[in-house]
């Protein structure tokens, strides 16, 4: 029943404006798309060994999620990570897919990811989850004041490197 409804949807959207792409269902669990994305908050040796090809990428389930529904598989779309990361330094109070205890180990985790992401293998873009601190979830780069939890300019060359063919 999803997943007929998202076909349709996916349908209608492509009625109204054929110039734009379409995602059915952002994460995981897609029907008809027109771009692969998912979501994956594991740590940075699970990122080392699902990304290395597309096999193991749609095979392991993001946060043991299917990529595509029943009866839909991947066709060759662009494939994405649009969520992932999530680093939490350690306080009390509010939560984070990953926690660490100070900044240092939060640039240690966030190169494995990026690594991960950026070897050889089918991710052709990425999206780090989130931008700022929001509420209990404290999931950003920066804090719920806009404060950066590490400085920039250390974020900025782990983040550029080119992929690694």
Same mark, same amino acid.
Request: proline share 7%.
């Given at each position: 029943?999803?997943?007929?409804?998202?076909?349709?949807?996916? /349908?209608?959207?492509? #009625?109204?404006?054929?110039?734009? *792409?379409?995602?059915?269902? #952002?994460? $995981?669990?897609?029907?008809?798309?027109?771009?692969?994305?998912?979501?994956?908050?594991?740590?940075?040796?699970?990122?080392?060994?699902?990304? /290395?090809?597309?096999?193991?990428?749609?095979? @392991?389930?993001?946060?043991?999620?299917?990529?595509?529904? *029943?009866?839909?598989?991947?066709?060759?779309? *662009?494939?994405?990570?649009?969520?992932?990361?999530?680093?939490?330094?350690?306080?009390?109070? =509010? $939560?984070? $897919?990953?926690?660490?205890?100070?900044?240092?180990?939060?640039?240690?985790?966030?190169?494995?990811?990026? #690594?991960? @992401?950026?070897?050889? =293998?089918?991710?052709?873009?990425?999206?780090?989850?989130?931008?700022?601190?929001?509420?209990?979830?404290?999931?950003? @780069?920066?804090?719920?004041?806009?404060?950066?939890?590490? #400085? *920039?300019?250390?974020?900025?060359?782990?983040?550029?490197?080119?992929?690694?063919?």
């Amino acid at each position: 029943m999803r997943s007929s409804f998202l076909a349709g949807l996916y /349908r209608m959207t492509h #009625d109204l404006d054929p110039t734009r *792409p379409v995602v059915s269902n #952002d994460g $995981w669990e897609h029907a008809l798309s027109d771009l692969c994305t998912i979501h994956d908050y594991e740590p940075p040796a699970v990122f080392a060994q699902r990304y /290395r090809s597309l096999r193991t990428a749609l095979e @392991l389930g993001a946060n043991r999620h299917s990529a595509f529904d *029943p009866g839909y598989g991947y066709q060759g779309q *662009p494939f994405l990570v649009t969520e992932f990361g999530g680093i939490r330094i350690a306080d009390p109070g =509010g $939560w984070g $897919w990953l926690e660490v205890k100070d900044q240092e180990e939060f640039l240690h985790v966030y190169r494995g990811l990026i #690594d991960g @992401l950026m070897d050889a =293998g089918p991710v052709q873009g990425f999206c780090y989850t989130q931008l700022t601190d929001v509420q209990q979830e404290q999931n950003g @780069l920066l804090t719920f004041d806009r404060v950066p939890k590490v #400085d *920039p300019e250390l974020l900025r060359p782990i983040t550029q490197t080119p992929k690694r063919e």
